[in-house]
């Protein structure tokens, strides 16, 4: 019975004692010189035992901008532009002949299956006639693959509009077709 009420007489003094301020340290005490040590100024910081400023880098201030003064109008030269005219022209003869990029198609079915491949290939068009369909048949697999798509974002929203007719449907990247309408 004694320790318990000498726990709450020493519980109860430290719930009164003083709070913790956050006011100037207590300057009523002094310290001795011999605590604190004999290279301390009056302001309480230690000074270095030697001076360190020749070591530092000195910098210079940059140079202060020029002012801009009014430019100089210069007239288009013709030549130069029908250089360009023709590097154009080259280029774009050269895309003509560029039939495939990289992009995505969507791989609608993988199996064993050729009838089931052929299903889910005629649901498909059926839904979706203006789609492209490629079956390829690797022994002893049957592949479908949907679409030709030159950005996921693209082969993603076709995905999304497949994907009750082909539930494990996904992306493969791959060669596609452009311009199929060219050739």
């Known amino acids: ?19 913790a301020t956050t006011s100037a340290p ?29 070591y530092r880098p000195k910098f210079t201030p940059p140079p202060a901008p020029k002012a801009l003064g009014a430019k100089a109008y210069v007239a288009p030269a013709n030549h130069v532009n029908v250089q360009i005219d023709q590097r154009l022209r080259d280029q774009a003869y050269t895309n003509q002949n ?20 052929m299903a889910i290939r005629r649901s498909v068009i059926s839904r979706y006639p203006d789609e492209t369909d490629y079956v390829t048949f690797k022994q002893p697999i049957y592949r479908l693959f949907i679409g030709d798509y030159t950005t996921r974002l693209d082969a993603e929203r076709a995905m999304l509009r497949i994907r009750p007719l082909a539930p494990k449907a996904e992306l493969q990247p791959t060669q596609v077709l452009i311009n199929k309408t060219r050739f």
Do not use: N
Request: net charge positive; hydrophobic share 40%; with cysteine.
């Open 1 to 19: 019975m004694l320790s318990i009420t000498a726990l709450f007489a020493l519980v109860s003094c430290a719930a009164s004692g003083p709070a």
């Open 26 to 54: 207590d300057s009523s005490r002094t310290t001795s010189a011999t605590a604190v040590g004999s290279a301390t100024k009056g302001k309480g910081k230690a000074a270095p035992a030697e001076d360190l400023s020749k």
């Open 98 to 117: 560029v039939k495939y990029t990289s992009g995505w198609r969507i791989l609608a079915y993988v199996g064993l299956e050729r009838d089931q491949a």
